[in-house]
């Protein structure tokens, strides 16, 4: 640990930020580390955040079933985080047109609560209306209805609903 009095080591950091690079978003490995023993730390991070994705939106992760893991991590090895919430919220943007119904239906609810294009934070929306798998989801402030003949164990009845919000208010 340096003191505020002591110099940095300009060459480590540099060795470390590149390291990281490395490890989370696909940079060339520097010189100096064993390739494997970094490799496998890096797979450990992908799946590390292939599982906080999933918590942050489960239905997404359902839906790719035993898949989900090899399929987020080869999406995520050249990206680095920003974060489970927008990991997961970019890959399912990036996979809008081919994912299952539960997974669409999770991105479309997500989209009639918040504003979101990929750059800056989430925001609120007053007012919206999404298509989901067999009807549509309409949004006013911050209560959501789904028409149609959507299944019943997908409609969000309760504001107060924890699966309500998938992990978007934290």
């Known amino acids: 640990m340096t003191t505020p009095h002591e110099p940095i080591d300009a060459g480590l950091a540099a060795a470390q930020e ?39 939106w489960p239905r997404l992760a359902t839906a790719y079933g035993p898949g989900w893991t090899e399929a987020f991590t080869a999406w995520a090895a050249e990206r680095p985080t920003r974060g489970s919430l927008h990991d997961a919220w970019d890959f399912a943007l990036a996979r ?30 007053t007012v919206a209306v999404r298509r989901v798998p067999g009807g549509y989801a309409v949004q006013v402030r911050g209560r959501t209805r789904v028409f149609g003949k959507a299944r019943a164990g997908d409609r969000q009845t309760r504001p107060g609903n924890p699966s309500s919000h998938y992990g978007l208010d934290q």
């Open 96 to 125: 809008r047109d081919a994912l299952p119904p539960p997974a669409a239906w999770e991105l479309a609810l997500a989209e009639t609560r918040w504003a979101y294009d990929g750059d800056a934070p989430p925001r609120r929306r």
């Open 18 to 56: 590149a390291l990281v690079r490395h490890m989370t978003a696909g940079g060339p490995l520097p010189p100096g580390f064993d390739a494997d023993a970094v490799h496998a730390a890096a797979v450990a991070i992908l799946r590390k955040r292939a599982g906080a994705a999933a918590r942050a």
